[in-house]
């Protein structure tokens, strides 16, 4: 394939810009989690002054997740391609400027339009900030605290969303919409700390950077309708038996396939070309068609490291769905089945916000020192444990015995599997490949918030409605539990949260089985671990800018207070969330 230039011109960077890069890609992160959190917050008094149906309100957060989850890959493409920091600043100048003008609407099919278009910023900045973490930190200790602190971006952003949301929503006269401005000013603040802080991009030595225009469109159009259908299919007309539902399903899978093929068609041509050995005139030619350019996504990238960058990915993509099925289930446990008010769920909640950011603390310290296998099977096992608490809950028992030991447990998958996740994908991915590589993980992660809350919420359905029936009550059978008996509620409660639990556990094997040789991921001093996977970005010459190593503790320092109260509590809502009206109050 296409030589990239090794040659690096590396800028002196001081303390105070490191401080000030790391802190902007984590606001960034914050960004992307708060306008979730604080949409879905403010979604019963939005439908109020809007007069959105309720069965309609739950685009208001789909149509943010489906542009943002469905267009990673191909924005991390254009972000490698053509520069990071300006794919950074325009996506969260994206983020912004749409955000306030949804404060600005005055119906749904506006803010709904909004809403997409703001995610198309949130699917360019959250790539390109990872694709700028990897270049700028070459393999060392900083690097292991800027993908830590920059982890913990999500776990702060739920914190701030929902806290402050709730705030503005219930205490502002503008109500809902007075989030989103603030949501811009953060926005705001995001693009000048890039300005600021992110060097010049320096265009690597590409022969060919042309854009695979046909693999964007199938990648785009597959993981669209996939994650519609997770997302909606519980709540369709008839369910999964939905005529759409089920056609969706299979041209969203048929495009999946037909990009693999398609990737693999020209990551072939590109490498036999290159390859001076088996190269030919017709290669050469059919390179240069206008519809042969590289490949969005290297189909060999799932093979690196031994194969265990696949694995890697599978583990993510089981992590949150055990995680999300946890978080959203255990919500409404709470306020349905306990009927507490979303403040009173927040506050049994706030261990997960707490623990989560003192988990991506231990591992900035731990991540350069203990085998990746160590941290991501206890991280999936603690998920997967916290779900088995809620599954065999005792709703007499007091919150001390099942609730808060679950809240504390949940979050260190979820935040060990994203800091080593993406330390290990950055250090198989060559430099040129950085954005894609950090696309592909969060694509994973998204995919698997909806097939998780998805398959969970089949589960749930299942069993409320079985459940139900053998009591001598007959419920909706997409989910509809008003009239349903509580018995019948707290069983389905429970199986939902076994879905959860075998999710984790299957990490968990995983792990113990396919990632055993991959050693340390992160760094002490910038030198390569004993014992770790040879990577190509351990072989990057040393920068002019590297100090030693009691800058890294200084640069922790540094960081430490500026992190909040927060939990590795990243939500994506199913798009059949039930919104209550008593919520409003």
């Not at 800028?11 to 959190?37: E, P």
């Not at 926005?187 to 320096?202: E, M, P, T």
């Not at 949260?497 to 910038?526: D, K, N, P, Q």
Request: net charge neutral; with cysteine.
């Amino acid at each position: 394939m296409s030589t990239v230039s090794e040659k690096q011109d590396p800028l002196k960077r001081s303390l105070a810009k490191d401080v000030v890069l790391i802190c902007t890609v984590t606001l960034a992160m914050i960004l992307n989690t708060a306008n979730t959190t604080a949409a879905f917050i403010a979604l019963p008094v939005i439908g109020v002054e809007l007069n959105i149906p309720e069965s309609k309100l739950q685009w208001i957060i789909s149509a943010f997740s489906l542009s943002s989850g469905c267009l990673l890959l191909f924005l991390g493409r254009v972000a490698d391609l053509y520069g990071r920091k300006m794919t950074f600043i325009l996506g969260c100048a994206c983020m912004g400027v749409f955000g306030l003008a949804c404060g600005f609407a005055q119906d749904d099919i506006t803010i709904d339009i909004l809403r997409a278009l703001q995610g198309l910023g949130s699917a360019a900045a959250i790539p390109a900030a990872l694709g700028i973490l990897a270049h700028s930190f070459p393999p060392s200790r900083i690097r292991s605290i800027a993908f830590a602190t920059f982890a913990a971006g999500a776990p702060v952003g739920a914190a701030i969303g929902s806290t402050l949301g709730g705030v503005l929503t219930q205490l502002t006269a503008k109500t809902w919409r007075s989030t989103f401005w603030l949501l811009t000013g953060l926005s705001a603040l995001c693009c000048i700390g890039a300005f600021i802080s992110i060097d010049k991009d320096v265009p690597y030595a590409l022969g060919d950077r042309r854009i695979d225009w046909i693999g964007a469109l199938l990648v785009t159009a597959g993981l669209t309708f996939i994650v519609f259908v997770l997302s909606d299919g519980s709540t369709a007309p008839n369910g999964w038996k939905t005529g759409y539902i089920i056609a969706l399903l299979i041209v969203g899978v048929l495009f999946l396939v037909l990009f693999v093929l398609w990737e693999r068609f020209l990551e072939r041509i590109h490498t036999a070309v290159d390859d001076e050995a088996s190269a030919d005139g017709n290669a050469a030619a059919l390179r240069q068609r206008w519809w042969t350019p590289p490949p969005i996504m290297p189909v060999s990238i799932w093979t690196r490291a031994r194969g265990k960058m696949a694995v890697m990915l599978a583990i993510a993509f089981l992590e949150w769905c055990a995680f999300n099925a946890f978080t959203f289930w255990l919500t409404l446990y709470y306020q349905d089945y306990e009927r507490r008010s979303p403040i009173l769920t927040m506050v049994r909640l706030l261990p997960m916000f707490v623990t989560g950011v003192a988990c991506n603390v231990v591992i900035a310290l731990v991540v350069g020192r203990v085998d990746v296998v160590v941290l991501i099977v206890i991280g999936t096992l603690f998920t997967g444990v916290a779900n088995l608490l809620i599954a065999v809950i005792v709703p007499s028992a007091p919150y001390w015995a099942f609730g808060f030991p679950a809240a504390i447990l949940s979050v260190f998958g979820a935040d060990f599997v994203f800091a080593s996740g993406t330390l290990f994908v950055a250090k198989v991915c060559q430099p040129h490949e950085q954005s894609v590589g950090g696309a592909l993980f969060q694509t994973l992660t998204q995919l698997g918030t909806a097939f998780g809350l998805a398959i969970s919420t089949v589960v749930y359905n299942a069993t409320l409605q079985q459940r139900s029936e053998q009591l001598g009550v007959e419920v909706d059978p997409n989910g509809n539990a008003s009239n349903a008996p509580r018995e019948a509620q707290l069983v389905a409660y429970q199986d939902a949260m076994w879905t959860g639990f075998a999710f984790g556990l299957f990490g968990a094997i995983l792990a113990a089985v396919f990632l055993r040789g991959v050693g340390v991921v992160g760094h002490r001093e910038g030198k390569k671990e004993p014992g770790s996977d040879s990577t190509v970005n351990d072989v990057e010459p040393k920068r002019e800018d590297q100090q030693p190593p009691v800058r890294w503790i200084h640069l922790f320092r540094a960081l430490c207070p500026s992190v909040t109260a927060a939990g590795s509590f990243i939500i994506s809502f199913p798009c059949g969330a039930r919104v209550k009206s008593s919520d409003v109050e």
